[in-house]
């Protein structure tokens, strides 16, 4: 704990985070003395160092933690004494930083009613973006966000007029203006239409769902899963206490002749099988949609990164072929732009989405309605269509350098990547176990993603692992390929 102002390291220690190439000094400084008061690093009445001194120990110009100091000030953070100095804030927070004692603690796992920490998922490092050569999928290279663009947007919802429209508690609805144009730009360049009360927007995918099998997944429910497919989709059916049954997948997606085997709900991706990236041919999802109206099954469409895929080779989606409402459409608004935004969206007859409202608001009323009026501004002003396009460009050139060099680097195994995905599919020669090659590849900076996840029996994927581009630079990927083989080789 900080007492003193004559401790120049002390002092040095507690702003290490600096970062002086950044133009928010202030802001840093600000956060940085909150943190350690309200972390009681900094005691109350404690004195901090004149802005001169302190000017000079950070190398900031005085102005700087002058202004940090008077806006503290303000917040009630610092009292200024004249020609005493400035202080620390004698109201602090209530009890002390000791941990509870150990006697008498729960015994919590016994009182769990699930255990989500034991399902089988995707795990990727926290600190991934450290790693030079990250093969991830859905993740974010800060090079392609729309950086201009999105702070314009972000202004325009800051306006007073658009903060008097969003600010309230929305409690169950939507954003009026992004609905808007998700119904006008997004959708429709899918080929899908939706009336008002067909839509509504979720914290990203994910939610979407999570969302629809809570509605639709009681105790004991068969539901049709891919195999291999996307891990968290038999999460979700296993904690909804339903029955995961696995859709056989070939190179063209789910086989066409599935009979449902007594599922009530099949969830499909069939715009970028995940995780094999096959698209889905028009044949097939017309008979998948007949096979689906037979066996009279809800078909949830995750249609995840279909924005990549150029318009010359668009497949319409089955909700746009679907013609007695018996297709879910989930879609992310975010994952293109930056997945930290959360912003994903449904699309179901009306009364799906009435229960979906009533549910989502049990659980978290609605989505942040200020990241809600940014995207809407930013689709609005024409930037989500500029960015989709020129996020494809850049997609396109590091696949096609990673079909160039692949070969080259990993003889010996296949891949695959249908157009307009942001990832390859890649299995190895027998015997191969990608998992410890994951690891291998680690040590050497290099991150890729192993297959087994994704299948009902992880043996089935030992041999396989998912290449993503979406997070590399593309001035890395030849190095880093190199690199990739070296460490399976």
């Known amino acids: 704990m900080v007492k003193a102002s004559n401790d120049d390291f002390a002092w040095q220690q507690l702003f290490a985070a600096l970062d002086s190439s950044d133009t928010a000094l202030q802001a840093q400084i600000r956060r940085s003395l909150v943190t350690a008061i309200e972390g009681r690093y900094l005691s109350p009445g404690a004195r901090l160092p004149s802005s001169r001194r302190l000017s000079e120990i950070l190398n900031v110009a005085r102005n700087t933690v002058v202004f940090a100091y008077e806006r503290l000030v303000d917040e009630g953070y610092l009292v200024s004494h004249e020609r005493s100095g400035v202080f620390v804030a004698a109201e602090g927070v209530i009890g002390d930083r000791s941990a509870p004692s150990a006697e008498g603690a729960l015994d919590w796992p016994s009182r769990f009613a699930v255990r989500p920490s034991t399902l089988q998922h995707i795990v990727k490092p926290r600190n991934w973006q450290s790693f030079p050569y990250p093969f991830l999928f859905g993740q974010f290279d800060p090079a392609l966000f729309p950086t201009a663009s999105w702070r314009e947007s ?29 119904r006008a730009q997004v959708l429709p360049r899918r080929g899908v239409w939706a009336a008002e009360d067909e839509a509504m927007i979720t914290i990203g995918a994910q939610q979407a769902l999570y969302l629809v099998t809570r509605l639709l997944v009681g105790s004991g429910d068969r539901v049709a899963v891919e195999d291999p497919g996307y891990p968290d989709t038999r999460n979700m059916v296993a904690l909804a206490g339903g029955v995961a049954r696995p859709m056989p997948v070939d190179a063209l997606g789910v086989d066409p002749g599935v009979d449902f085997d007594g599922c009530r709900i099949a969830f499909v991706t069939p715009g970028h099988q995940c995780p094999t ?3 889905m041919p028009l044949r097939r999802r017309r008979a998948l949609l007949a096979a689906a109206r037979r066996r009279d099954v809800i078909v949830v469409e995750d249609d995840y990164d279909a924005d990549l895929t150029a318009d010359s080779s668009r497949v319409p989606p089955l909700k746009s072929l679907d013609t007695d409402g018996r297709v879910i459409y989930v879609g992310s608004l975010s994952k293109a732009v930056a997945p930290g935004l959360r912003l994903g969206y449904l699309v179901a007859p009306a009364p799906v989405i009435s229960e979906l409202r009533v549910l989502r608001r049990v659980m978290l009323r609605h989505p942040p309605s200020n990241n809600q009026r940014a995207m809407a501004t930013f689709v609005a002003l024409g ?23 692949l070969t080259t680097a990993l003889p010996g195994f296949s891949l695959g990547r249908g157009a307009g995905s942001s990832s390859f599919w890649i299995s190895g020669p027998p015997g191969f176990d990608a998992r410890s090659a994951a690891i291998r590849a680690q040590a050497a900076g290099v991150l890729i993603e192993p297959g087994d996840v994704f299948f009902a029996n992880p043996e089935d994927g030992r041999s396989y692992f998912r290449l993503g581009f979406s997070s590399i630079r593309t001035d890395r990927i030849r190095e880093g390929l190199a690199r990739l083989g070296r460490a399976i080789a």
């Open 154 to 182: 972000a202004a325009a919802a800051s306006s007073v007029s658009s903060i008097n429209d969003w600010a309230g508690d929305l409690i169950d609805e939507d954003d009026p203006e992004l609905l808007t144009q998700l």
């Open 277 to 279: 990236t096959a698209v």
């Open 383 to 405: 930037h989500y269509r500029g960015h989709l396009a020129r996020l494809a460009a850049t997609l396109d050139e590091r696949s096609a350098i990673i079909d160039a060099e």
